[in-house]
């Protein structure tokens, strides 16, 4: 199949020569891969942006896992900034809460957009729609985040991997936190370069992360873990805006996953089995849920 | 290039909690319903990996159940799958096997009904996305991204060109193409993706055709 990039370099480098937005090369892509109009591709992408925006409303009110075990802390972090304490700064808890608001959604069953996978669905709209109120983007620009995400998670799932049996937690959460970053360069007026440093920087700090989670399930430590990588995809792309740059080039820390992800071992590879799913309370809760049917002994745990 | 699409990345809108374990189990069932043709009455789910050891927590049950009563990813119905099959009159039974396969997210879907039956292996291979690598016996790729036939028939010389000149006297061009067999001479399946989702009357010819044995198709 001939496409317009097979890594961040090319990504990079037709952006530069064209004098174009890296979203804009990921549009002209799926354009040429789908037959589809440009029309049709923006509505699609326009319904995605309006239920990630529903999914954090419904959040921010407070939801509740089947199992009991998530739920309500979106609201918890929007109550504390209102109280004007935070200290690491409103824009960055604002973005940690909207990435829970999401996941405690997905964790209970709700409608949710995979971005790039359920588990890690908070990453993207949670930083988007903090960094919305400082940057007032247009719906247009919004929708470009979006691409910009998109055309790094592209290489990522082709040259790697974005799925957490195949790759660990880092090819998720890490994956999303630096799609997140390089989307928030590109809207705050960076370079196309910049977009590759900040997902570069990203991704590095998230490398060798497990997919560990209590009894399987896409709450404990997922939901947490959506938060952290919020907060980094924000780091690293005020790194890149202030001229950072990555030591290693982008698509070799992409490759740096892939081989981590391949010599992991597979207890660590959503399997329950490993990490946090192993430790006595994760086991515990694990039993609870799977083996004495769920809520009222989980409750009667804590 | 597995992933093609943008919205293979961002995407798809889907009932939580997990894209591989919940909407990947959702598509392999739906998979599984458009190549049997129609709705069946009873299904052996053989859970296989990660699939087999943590289905309920992720709604992989209800979700492939919802599949095969023809629910999309985003569909809300899935929660309900369970009452719904009931009442359309789908018998299940979940069946988590120890043994290991290519891919940790593997499903063996055996479905059925007074008419025929059908064995169809999905694989979620991460967001959202599957593949399908055995039908009935026979090893193959099939993605679910394109629209797809597939064509069980006598291992016999002429069949596949029929079965391509048919396609082309409806002007349906063919993507990709893959044609295997269990053994020589007997029993053989081409899967061909192609462009665009084709009417039933198509399918009803290919069916005509000397040697054809059975014809289903994806659409997307």
Redesign the interface.
Known sequence: ?D?LF?NVRELVERAEQEGKLISEI?IE??IL??GRTREE?IQ??D??LT?MEEAIERGLQGVQ?V?GLTGGDAVLLQNYIKQGKSLAGDLLLDAVSKAVATNE???????????????S?GV?PGTLFAVKNKLNPTREQMIRY??T???F??VV??NA??????GGCQ?EVGSAAG?AAAAIVEMAGGTPQQCSEAFAITLKNMLGLVCD?V?????VPCVKRNAMGASNSLVAADMALAGVTSRIPCDEVIGAMYRIGQSMS?NL????RGGLAATPTGKAISKA??ENGGLQSIKALQ | ???????????????????????GAARIGRVARDLFGRQPKWAKIHLY??FA??Y????TDVAIVGGLLNYDT?D?RI?TAFEDAKKAGLEYEFIPETANTEH??TARLVIGDDEGEMSVVGIS????KIEVSEVNGFKLRLTGGMPAILVVHDDRAGCIANVANCLAMHEVNIGHMEVSRIERGLTALMVIEIDQNIEDKVLQQISLIPHITKVSKINN
């Open positions: 199949m496409v097979h990921m892509q799926e891969i789908t591709i699609q992408m319904r995605n239920v896992s199992t959604v997905n964790a209970a069953m709700g409608t949710i957009c995979a971005t790039p996978t359920a588990g669905a993207v979006l691409f995400s998109g055309a998670g592209f799932a082709n991997s974005i799925s957490g049996a195949a090819a799609m989670p009894a399987g399930l896409v709450e597979p590879k959503e399997t329950a849920i799977l | 290039m597995k992933f093609t699409s943008v919205f293979d990345i961002i995407g798809p809108v889907m009932i939580g909690p997990s894209s591989s374990h919940t909407a990996g990660s050891e943590t309920r927590g992720h709604g985003f809300d929660k940790p997210n291979i991460g967001g959202g």
